[in-house]
């Protein structure tokens, strides 16, 4: 299964509300996760299974979708969430998606 | 507190073999299926391989199938990665993560920088 994200760049302001989109080339039957990359360490698990919310994660991200799109939505963005994210399809073996890059307006 | 740490960075010449670590601590290592994933310079992120909780099954992307061989040694708490005929586009930082219920990857170690040049 491929994974598109989109944007590739997006460029947002404190208290934006943003959305990131994921889109899979088959169904991905809500085996979806969504992390987050800061310069220089290692990935973050935000959400598994879709809408999840790992242990530990601001209640202002949230995921949501189904079949082959889902979205992962920061409702109002802290200057630490500028990063880059990435979600991971672990459906049908394992697949991350090329990223989008979260930067301050 | 979960920790991941791996070890065996290094530069190494094309064609050669190198073999990556990765210790865990803080849950019971031997309940859980393992991953290495792989990040390019300035590139996204790769899944390159897994192992079952028991090493019954591995799972490798095509990218690396036949060259690399994971695996574990649950008396150790030990994960790891041996990487033979390596090639400059291997060049990457490896990074070692476990497996959450379902297949999801729940906690990353911090990585280690393989470089494949001559």
């Known amino acids: 299964i491929q994974l598109t994200q989109s944007p590739s760049l997006l460029s947002a302001s404190v208290g934006d509300r943003v959305t990131l989109s994921c889109k899979g080339s088959?169904?991905?039957?809500?085996?979806l996760a969504w992390y987050q990359q800061k310069l220089g360490e290692a990935p973050k698990l935000l959400i598994y299974?879709?809408?999840s919310l790992q242990t530990g994660i601001p209640s202002r991200f949230s995921g949501s979708g189904s079949g082959t799109d889902y979205t992962l939505t920061i409702s109002s963005l802290h200057s630490e969430d500028l990063a880059t994210y990435y979600c991971?399809?672990?459906?049908?073996?394992?697949?991350f998606g090329g990223g989008t890059k979260l930067e301050l307006k | 507190e979960v920790q991941l740490v791996e070890s065996g960075e290094g530069l190494v010449q094309p064609g050669s073999s190198m073999k990556l670590s990765c210790v865990a601590s803080?849950?019971?290592?031997?309940?859980?299926?393992m991953n290495w994933i792989r990040q390019a310079p300035k590139k996204g992120l790769e899944w390159i391989a897994l192992?079952?909780?028991?090493?019954?099954?591995?799972y490798y992307a095509d990218s690396v199938k036949g060259r690399f061989t994971i695996s574990r040694d649950n008396s150790k708490n030990t994960l790891y990665l041996e990487m033979n005929s390596l090639r400059s586009e291997d060049t990457a930082m490896y990074y070692c993560?476990?497996?959450?219920?379902?297949?999801?990857?729940?906690?990353w170690g911090q990585g280690v920088m393989v470089t494949v040049s001559s």
């Open positions: 803080g849950f019971t290592f031997s309940n859980y299926g």
């Open positions: 192992i079952y909780y028991d090493s019954s099954s591995k």
């Open positions: 299974k879709t809408n």
């Open positions: 088959q169904n991905i039957n809500n085996y």
């Open positions: 991971y399809q672990y459906n049908n073996g394992w697949t």
């Open positions: 993560a476990k497996g959450g219920y379902g297949g999801y990857l729940d906690y």
